[in-house]
């Protein structure tokens, strides 16, 4: 390169025509060697399936599905699986996949080069999985092979073995949930039964005495303080009953003289007419009271039923002095022989059965009295249990509580895992239908039409921009080579000096055969190149790798 000489496009133009084979002959290399290294890469052909994931078609509501993983995550462990080093030494084996690479590497490595370059596996949007069903999931899995028939076999293949492979995993999970919840389910049945015998013993040892009975015996303590005030109200009654019918007893057994004993106030157990007055004095004779209360039965028998307090009283008061009546016919003496005195007048015989009778009465209401002394100090005993039981609830309230609160934890826990475990055995059914979440094939694989790699064309492109790229480069360094000066101003503007004058170029005979002996080769070169590259793009069929 002359100094101070400046780039232009006309330096450039003749640039390139005196040194235009630089050029040429690169750009040309550069796209024999594109369509060379286009020759060595074998088209791949990419046959691919459409995987769509069939929702479950029971609603959710009815049945929750044991598997809840999105498609994206659950992808990752089923490519393990159909991408496994096993199932893919099947596949290879069976259609004879890379017998070269086989012949080469070991088969590990051919496995390697199949899952990392040859497979993809990748999740499609929802939108673009199906335009049937907008809301589905789904995904795509290809295989780039050298045989177009065979890539599409090995998709077909790959496909069933992902729908095989889900359909066995979520079956295996749906039973592999159902049986640990029945185990958990067993074992929560048996701490429950554990705690149900812990709170049973512990109500039989505080039978009485448990925080749930507080109101219970509380109303037990009323109505038996209701119950004793009457008890010693009627207890009271009899003793001044039996006090007043003593004193009278009394006086007309040590008055024997007086006339007719005064009336007394009846008994409970004689004879009443329906508006509750007496129907007899009280001087009349045991006949004449068991006429009356025969009447009076009579009458009760008309309005009442046989169970009616009124009636069996009755009918009591009748045996009663049926047997008094009986009684006085065995006493009395059948004639004066019989060696006994006859009563001297008739009110000394009303004075003998009334003091009978007040005897009687006398008798009976000692006998209610010791009766009803005994249920008041039952009574009273009661409630004196039933404050003790009242007393003790504080100190077993805890214990109590503490109990209660385990099993209802417990019975909730169990109730949950019973739900869960009825959930998860109508999962398991629904997975054994197939009536569950499902792969299905969208799109089935196609036999391809023409290679999806390599690209060609770009290859071809990027050998013809390397030539030309090469070619410049070489064309660069020539001119920054290249000092000779082949003008006035290439001499002026290198060493800046006024020119005198200039000598034309003198060519010798010798010149000129040197110029025809080198445009010779130069065409010989040429036509030979040609020749050669026709040869070997005829020979290599070049022109099948330009695109």
């Not at 993983?69 to 992808?75: F, G, N, Q, S």
């Not at 005993?381 to 003790?388: L, N």
């Not at 090469?470 to 020119?499: H, K």
């Amino acid at each position: 390169m002359l100094p101070g000489q400046e780039l232009t496009v006309d330096l450039v133009l003749k640039l390139v025509r005196r040194h235009r084979w630089l050029l040429i002959v690169p750009s040309f290399l550069g796209v024999l060697g594109g369509l060379l290294y286009s020759r060595t890469q074998p088209s791949l052909y990419r046959s691919d399936a459409v995987i769509q994931v069939v929702p479950q078609r029971v609603p959710e509501n009815y049945v929750s599905p044991t598997v809840t993983e999105r498609v994206e995550d659950r992808l990752r462990g089923l490519s393990q699986q159909v991408l496994s080093r096993t199932q893919l030494e099947k596949l290879i084996t069976e259609f004879n996949l890379f017998p070269q690479e086989r012949q080469k590497y070991p088969l590990e490595d051919v496995i390697e080069l199949m899952q990392s370059k040859r497979i993809l596996i990748e999740p499609l949007a929802a939108a673009q999985s199906s335009r049937r069903d907008a809301q589905s999931e789904a995904f795509r899995v290809s295989f780039d092979y050298e045989d177009a028939a065979i890539a599409q076999k090995v998709v077909e293949r790959l496909a069933s073995f992902f729908i095989d492979t889900n359909a066995r995993e979520r079956g295996a999970q749906a039973d592999q949930t159902s049986q640990f919840l029945e185990s958990q389910l067993a074992e929560a049945r048996t701490r429950l039964l554990a705690q149900e015998k812990l709170l049973e013993n512990f109500r039989e040892r505080n039978s009485g005495r448990l925080p749930t009975q507080t109101q219970t015996n509380m109303q037990a303590i009323q109505n038996t303080q209701l119950a004793l005030q009457a008890m010693v109200e009627s207890l009271a009654r009899d003793r001044d009953r039996k006090m007043m019918l003593e004193r009278l007893y009394n006086d007309a057994a040590t008055d024997p003289a007086a006339g007719a004993p005064p009336s007394v106030p009846q008994s409970s157990g004689a004879p009443r007419a329906a508006d509750g007055t007496a129907t007899l004095p009280v001087t009349a004779s045991p006949q004449q009271r068991l006429e009356a209360a025969r009447t009076l039965l009579a009458q009760l028998q008309t309005r009442l039923s046989e169970k009616h307090p009124d009636v069996v009283r009755a009918k009591r008061l009748i045996e009663d002095l049926e047997k008094q009546v009986a009684a006085d016919e065995m006493q009395r003496p059948v004639s004066p022989e019989a060696g006994l005195e006859v009563p001297a007048t008739q009110e000394e015989a009303r004075r003998r059965d009334k003091l009978r009778e007040m005897r009687a009465e006398i008798e009976s209401l000692d006998r209610q009295i010791a009766f009803k002394e005994s249920e008041e100090r039952r009574m009273r005993g009661d409630i004196t249990a039933y404050q003790a039981r009242l007393e003790a609830v504080p100190g077993i309230e805890s214990e109590w509580v503490a109990l209660t609160r385990d099993y209802d934890t417990l019975a909730e826990k169990y109730k949950e895992l019973l739900a869960k475990s009825e959930n998860s055995k109508m999962a398991a059914s629904l997975e054994q239908r197939q009536i569950g979440e499902q792969f299905r094939i969208l799109d089935p694989p196609r036999v391809p039409l023409k290679p999806q790699s390599p690209n060609r064309t770009r290859i071809n492109a990027i050998g013809t921009v390397a030539g030309l790229g090469l070619g410049l480069l070489l064309l660069g360094l020539a001119y920054y080579r290249d000092s000779t000066m082949r003008s006035e101003s290439d001499l002026l503007s290198a060493i800046e000096l006024p020119v005198l004058a200039l000598l034309p170029l003198v060519t010798t005979e010798a010149d000129l055969r040197r110029q025809r002996s080198r445009r010779r080769f130069v065409v010989a070169a040429v036509i030979a190149v040609l020749v050669g590259t026709s040869a070997l793009a005829w020979f290599l069929q070049l022109w099948k790798f330009v695109v």
